[in-house]
Every structure is written in C-alpha cells, then in structure tokens.
C-alpha cells in the first residue's frame, strides 16, 4: 500500500504569516490516466474533517484562496499565504491513486 | 445537497458487536459515481479508513479491520451500515460516514467530499 508523509506534524506560525505542509507519498500518484489524484482536507478542533483541495490544486466550493496546492509525482504542498485564526487545525493528504486510498499523519496548525 | 448522519448507540461493552449506520439525504445512496465509507479517529490521533462500500454491495475492508468488519447498504432506506465484532477499549474513537467519489471500476478516488458529523463510540464495560 502506499505510504503518506507528512512534514511536520506541529506547525506554529504566526497570523498573517505563511505556512506550508509537505506530502510525500511512496510511490508516484500519477494515475493512468494522465491525473495526480492527491487531496488535502481540514479538520478544525471538534468538526468532522472537509475536503479543501482536490487532484492537487483545486479548491473545493467556497475554500479561500489563500489556500493553494501544488506538486507532481511524490511530492506536495499546501500553502496558507496568509494564516487567519480560523485556519487552525489539523491538516491531511490523502492519495486516491492507488487502492486504497490512504491518509498522510496530519499536520497541526496552530497559532504562536 | 448531500448530507450524512450517523447513528447509533454511543457505549458498547467489550466482546460485542458495535452498530452503526448513516442515512443518506438530499441525494441517492444508488449513485453510479460514489463509494461510500466508513472512517474512525481515535481520540487525538488521526483519520483511519475502515471501509467502503459501492450501492451494487461491493466492498472493500481496511485489511487490519477485515477479519471483525462488515458493511452493507439498504438502497431502500438510503443507508448503510457498519458493524464491528469483538470490540475492544482500542476501538474506542469518533465514527464517520463520508462519500467519496470514485467507483469500483474507476480505480481513482477522488476523497470525500461530504462527510456526516462523526458519533463518539465508547468502548467500556
């Protein structure tokens, strides 16, 4: 099965500043059809986590665009380019290349 | 617009059977484009995916969940359901149901999309 990792696990930073979430996987996740199929999700304290980006770089329905993702093969990003108090959580990868589909550790965000 | 929610009792003794299940509303369980899954956290830890099932009854087990876990559908009632046998303290955690979009001939998913708000099980004689 494919492994995710993420880096790091604990992400102080400071409101109004940046911040970025690495994902690598195992192995490529570039499907045969030409598609990456790596998304990241949200999980805010006490909510059931949200899909914020999907194959990459999309951003689902109503996700700010501060948020942005990026990569290619085994290596991703999420960036906040500016972090607001209601980004604090923890945050996901997750590949749907290879079956199954599997979750990176999660990266806590949260404000210094 | 799609929603899940899951029910189902929140304290279950040891060696039993924990029983869940998610009613789907605003949309149709029999859709040609969705799996529909099971996903557990253990308290402070992350997401674990249990499980997925397809509307035909297709489905695919965690393989380290596999020998204790059923899941099944009732397209009459826009559910499905999840049951774990032989329950023990580490099966204690928040229970959700989602829908992800992938089917079992796509071999892509593209994650979930909608999720229900998650039922704490408690694990306790």
């Known amino acids: 099965d494919v492994v995710m990792t993420q880096s790091p696990l604990s992400l102080p930073v400071t409101l109004g500043q940046p911040a970025s979430i690495s994902c690598r996987s195992s192995q490529s996740l570039v499907y045969s059809d030409g598609s990456t199929y790596l998304h990241w999700f949200q999980q805010r304290p006490g909510q059931s986590p949200r899909r914020l980006i999907y194959k990459v770089s999309n951003r689902d329905s109503g996700v700010p665009d501060r948020f942005s993702g990026s990569g290619s093969g085994t290596d991703f990003t999420l960036k906040i380019s500016r972090v607001e108090a209601e980004d604090v959580g923890v945050y996901y990868c997750m590949q749907g290349t290879h079956w199954p589909p599997a979750f990176g550790q999660g990266t806590k965000v949260e404000i210094k | 617009q799609v929603q899940l929610q899951e029910s189902g009792p929140g304290l279950v003794r040891p060696s039993q059977t924990l029983s869940l299940t998610c009613t789907v509303s605003?949309?149709?369980?029999?859709?040609?484009?969705?799996?529909w899954s099971w996903i557990r956290q253990h308290p402070g830890k992350g997401l674990e995916s249990i499980g997925y099932?397809?509307?035909?009854?297709?489905?695919y087990y965690n393989p380290s969940l596999k020998s204790r876990v059923t899941i099944s559908v009732d397209t009459s009632k826009n559910q499905f359901s999840l049951k774990l046998t032989s329950v023990t303290a580490a099966d204690t955690a928040v229970y959700y149901c989602?829908?992800?979009?992938?089917?079992?001939?796509?071999?892509?998913?593209?994650?979930?999309?909608?999720w229900g708000q998650g039922t704490t099980v408690i694990v306790s004689s």
């Open positions: 099932i397809y509307y035909s009854g297709s489905t």
């Open positions: 605003g949309g149709s369980i029999s859709s040609d484009n969705h799996y």
């Open positions: 989602a829908r992800d979009y992938s089917t079992p001939k796509t071999g892509w998913s593209y994650g979930m999309d909608v």
